[in-house]
């Protein structure tokens, strides 16, 4: 792939980032609100919403679907009016999705309100097996007709859509999101097993609720949705974004910095606090309205760890890439087992580049029970440190793995020049601005 100038950032690194920064709504909840308020009658209401490329894509849909969005009274404020959907032109829906998977999730709703839906070929990162066909199944459990057309796919709903019993074979955030959306209008009850659960699950089902729906969530991941007749519009403020969070506090941690991420949340973050200071980092909560989390390197030599990534409440294979980054400074032998997506790793070969000591294993270097053991992924990394860094050319892979290599840049020393900076406006809004905010010495070309 071919990149522009403006694609490119030159980091000088060594410095340790200081200050503070700000992190908004969720990625990860966000654009499935948005979604969310297709199946309402009345206009909806988001709040905190953050200024990503995601937020654009979904933004662009519902308006070429006929939904009205304009800006709020306030800042990150985004108000969605569904009143006059209609069909959209195949080649528009293809246009406006690029690389994002969201797309599938306008199936339920436009099914409900239309009776039929186009998906184009979806994108996204490539990190891993991300397979559409937990979401076809459980449409079609629900009645939906699938076709595919070499366009895409085209669905149709020639009755009204049927509630069901689905049994997810993994916790799938997508398949979850898929029959939430859907089942809230299906005639009758759905019963959602093997469900994920991550909060930005459960901030979604405080929208639907919101909107009319009727939604328990039991233990062992059991998910019960009875359908209603109609959903009328939603007043929510998102959740902030822990993914995010997390990343400025490995910068942090990476780079020997101090930075306070505004808008963090104690509950959300739990696991990766406990990792986080098993490693040696340190971190302070501010419980106050405007609050956050404050995140350091208190100095002397980070410790080496075993680690597994999971679903939710385990650690989030999100967390993972930023956080390896900060592990090629730790003292001793470090593991990490990649649970969640078998390519998650492909981002330390530039990490070697600039001089890390990582080695990849397709054993499973861990207990958690895991699909990929036996199906020959590199999935397992071994890392030795501490070692210096230097920097190196970058290509940035994926949209984790691109901001872990610009906390890799900033922490190495001497220059990097980083490749595919575009695709890190996906989920991190402002990231440059914030950069700057916290000293980080870099230049466009």
């Not at 942090?252 to 963090?264: E, F, K, N, P, Q």
């Not at 020049?417 to 916290?438: A, Q």
């Amino acid at each position: 792939m071919t990149r522009t100038d403006a694609d490119v950032l030159i980091v000088h690194g060594g410095l340790p980032l200081q200050g503070e920064v700000r992190v908004r709504g969720a990625k990860n909840l966000v654009p499935k609100a948005m979604v969310a308020a297709l199946l309402g009658q009345e206009p909806s209401r988001i709040r905190n919403v953050p200024d990503i490329r995601d937020v654009a894509i979904v933004k662009g849909l519902l308006q070429l679907h006929g939904v009205a969005v304009q800006p709020g009274e306030e800042p990150g404020e985004l108000i969605l009016d569904p009143q006059n959907v209609e069909r959209a032109n195949v080649a528009d829906i293809d246009a406006h999705a690029g690389s994002s998977r969201i797309p599938i999730l306008f199936c339920g709703p436009l099914l409900h309100r239309l009776g039929h839906a186009f998906i184009p070929d979806l994108g996204g990162c490539r990190i891993g097996d991300r397979p559409i066909n937990f979401h076809l199944d459980a449409l079609r459990q629900f009645g939906a007709v699938v076709e595919k057309r070499p366009e895409g796919l085209y669905l149709e709903a020639p009755q009204r859509l049927r509630g069901t019993k689905i049994q997810l074979p993994y916790p799938s955030v997508g398949a979850t999101e898929q029959v939430l959306l859907t089942a809230v209008c299906a005639e009758g009850v759905t019963e959602l097993r093997n469900a994920a659960v991550e909060p930005e699950i459960i901030d979604l089902i405080c929208v639907l609720q919101k909107m009319g729906a009727i939604i328990s969530v039991h233990t062992d991941r059991v998910i019960r949705i009875t359908g209603v007749e109609r959903l009328g519009g939603y007043d929510h403020r998102a959740l902030p974004d822990r993914l995010e969070a997390a990343s400025w506090a490995c910068a942090a941690l990476a780079t020997s910095g101090d930075i306070y991420v505004r808008g963090a949340q104690q509950k959300d973050m739990m696991t990766f606090l406990n990792v986080y200071r098993t490693i040696g980092g340190a971190f302070q909560v501010d419980d106050s309205p405007e609050g956050g989390i404050r995140f350091w390197h208190p100095g002397g030599e980070l410790k080496s760890i075993a680690l597994e990534t999971d679903v939710h409440p385990g650690f989030q294979t999100d967390w993972q890439q930023p956080l390896v980054v900060a592990l090629t400074q730790a003292g001793g032998l470090s593991i990490v087992h990649e649970t969640v997506y078998e390519n998650r790793f492909g981002f330390t070969s530039a990490l070697r580049q600039m001089g890390a000591v990582i080695q990849l294993y397709r054993e499973c270097l861990g207990g958690t029970p895991c699909r990929f053991g036996q199906r020959n992924y590199l999935h397992s990394a071994a890392i030795y440190g501490p070692t210096k860094l230097q920097g190196a050319e970058l290509v940035i892979p994926d949209l984790r793995g691109g901001f872990s290599y610009l906390i890799a840049a900033l922490a190495a020393q001497g220059t990097s020049t980083v490749h595919g900076i575009d695709l890190i406006y996906r989920g991190y809004e402002n990231f440059l601005d914030k950069l700057k905010g916290l000293g980080a010495n870099f230049e466009l070309p």
